[in-house]
């Protein structure tokens, strides 16, 4: 597991300078590893969250068979505990239509944040907003709905999908305003210094094109130096 410094060096960076550092190390397709377009973030804009996953599947058009409301799950609350904290809870909403109802509100995202979950991820939907945002509790998520309808717990600790991402519990996540990076071990803390080499590289071709000077030829130098 990271040291708590080794995470927030990872913090300096976005998704999208993580997801390009990923890619130097040739562990896997360029279009693997990330969430598609739809994911975001309905509590905050500029919301950062980084740990490791704590999954669960639920559903909520339908009355459970057996057993009640999520709080009724405490087999899960100990589940939780046994990952690494920082955790981020990732729920894959399994109705034929996800998001009939709410999986997180005020309730939910006050025992997650209490169990040192920073943030949740879903398919599905939550409400609550005002009253989450004021917990300081990250929710992201296809949409927003007004019930919980049925919802309730499927089952836990198995592989996932959100958003064309598959999770596995104790992966490594990354999400912010662009979506979530499943970041692999194996490399988790070499990151940073690839991303600084990417985002420097990066900062001195934007700095010819907004300079007064900027010419093609300057920018066709620099890219060629980069690229060197």
């Given at each position: 597991?990271l040291?708590?410094?080794?995470?927030?060096?990872?913090?300096?960076?976005?998704?999208?300078?993580?997801?390009?550092?990923?890619?130097?190390?040739?562990?896997?397709?360029?279009?693997?590893?990330?969430?598609?377009?739809?994911?975001?973030?309905v509590?905050?804009?500029?919301?950062?969250?980084?740990?490791?996953?704590?999954?669960?599947?639920?559903?909520?058009?339908?009355?459970?068979v057996?057993?009640?409301?999520?709080?009724?799950r405490?087999?899960?609350?100990?589940?939780?505990?046994?990952?690494?904290?920082?955790?981020?809870?990732?729920?894959?909403?399994?109705?034929?239509?996800?998001?009939?109802?709410?999986?997180c509100?005020?309730?939910?995202?006050?025992?997650?944040?209490?169990?040192?979950?920073?943030?949740?991820?879903?398919?599905?939907?939550?409400?609550?907003?005002?009253?989450?945002?004021?917990?300081?509790?990250p929710?992201?998520a296809?949409?927003v709905?007004?019930?919980?309808?049925?919802?309730?717990?499927?089952?836990?600790?198995?592989?996932?999908?959100?958003?064309?991402?598959?999770?596995?519990?104790?992966d490594?996540?990354?999400?912010?305003?662009?979506?979530?990076?499943?970041?692999?071990h194996?490399?988790?803390?070499?990151?940073?210094?690839?991303?600084?080499?990417?985002?420097?590289?990066?900062?001195?071709?934007?700095?010819?094109?907004?300079?007064?000077?900027?010419?093609?030829?300057?920018?066709?130098?620099?890219?060629?130096?980069?690229?060197?």
């Open positions: 597991m040291s708590c410094g080794q995470l927030e060096a990872i913090r300096e960076f976005d998704t999208c300078t993580i997801a390009n550092a990923i890619e130097q190390f040739g562990l896997r397709l360029r279009s693997e590893g990330f969430t598609r377009p739809g994911l975001r973030c509590t905050s804009d500029d919301a950062r969250v980084l740990g490791y996953a704590v999954t669960s599947r639920i559903k909520s058009t339908d009355p459970p057996m057993g009640g409301r999520f709080y009724d405490t087999d899960w609350w100990e589940a939780i505990s046994r990952v690494p904290a920082p955790r981020i809870a990732v729920i894959q909403d399994q109705d034929h239509e996800p998001g009939r109802g709410a999986c509100g005020e309730v939910h995202a006050a025992i997650l944040k209490a169990l040192r979950c920073e943030g949740l991820i879903t398919n599905g939907s939550v409400r609550d907003l005002p009253a989450v945002r004021r917990l300081g509790f929710m992201f296809a949409s709905a007004v019930s919980h309808a049925y919802m309730h717990i499927l089952d836990y600790g198995e592989p996932v999908e959100v958003f064309g991402l598959r999770v596995s519990t104790g490594l996540l990354y999400a912010d305003c662009h979506g979530a990076v499943s970041i692999p194996d490399i988790a803390a070499l990151l940073p210094e690839a991303a600084k080499r990417i985002r420097d590289r990066d900062q001195r071709i934007v700095e010819v094109c907004r300079s007064e000077e900027f010419s093609t030829e300057r920018l066709l130098n620099v890219v060629r130096r980069e690229e060197s």
